[in-house]
């Protein structure tokens, strides 16, 4: 099993297997490629948008050993940045993941969806078009809430972030931007990065503008 903990602080040990978790997620025919970033606090290769999102996220984690940069080209082009965190001496786990893929429907400004409410989903707040149509998905909603975790148990305890969910202006398209934490499975045996329910939230959220 595999619950995104390691007894090893190695890139070439963590990558592949992260690979191989997130491949058979979205039932990849082959490897995906990936790219290993030092935590450093530099900014991330990934445009100036993301960059100043992804260090609200990743930056400042003091644990942070490195970025593993996956290209996904299926169902669409998507990027994925999964943190990689000190636990212990000479242990690690998977933190936060960082989502991002670009759109074909345009927006007429920025969105976001509210942070964790402690009864019912939070919403989509910004531009008023732009968050009346989404809001008006309740299945959308839904999932997005769902998805968008802000705490987690992994194998370095509970995990607290802030939540991110975005959609930003790009060009003719917009930017789908989400942050999650992964998702302990099998009692603790197991783990999930929901790659698959990403695809279908960004399909969903697509269709919705």
Do not use: C, H, W
Request: without cysteine; charged residues 20%.
């Amino acid at each position: 099993m595999n619950n995104l903990a390691y007894n090893s602080q190695k890139p070439d040990t963590i990558g592949p297997k992260v690979e191989e978790l997130l491949r058979k997620e979205i039932g990849a025919p082959t490897p995906i490629s990936y790219d290993v970033e030092a935590g450093d606090g530099r900014q991330y290769g990934i445009g100036t948008a993301l960059g100043d999102m992804g260090r609200a996220i990743f930056g400042g984690r003091t644990d942070l050993l490195f970025n593993l940069n996956f290209s996904l080209t299926q169902p669409r082009a998507a990027r994925l940045s999964a943190s990689v965190e000190r636990m212990g001496p000479l242990g690690s786990y998977v933190g936060p993941l960082f989502y991002s893929t670009t759109l074909s429907r345009p927006v007429a400004g920025e969105v976001a969806l509210e942070p964790p409410k402690t009864f019912g989903n939070s919403k989509f707040i910004g531009e008023p078009s732009t968050a009346a149509k989404l809001n008006a998905s309740g299945d959308l909603l839904k999932r997005a809430n769902k998805f968008s975790r802000t705490e987690s148990k992994t194998g370095g305890g509970t995990l607290k972030m802030d939540r991110l969910f975005k959609v930003v202006p790009q060009d003719s398209g917009a930017l789908l931007v989400v942050a999650t934490l992964p998702r302990i499975t099998s009692m603790g045996f197991g783990a999930a990065v929901d790659a698959k329910d990403f695809f279908d939230i960004a399909a969903l959220l697509e269709a919705t503008l």
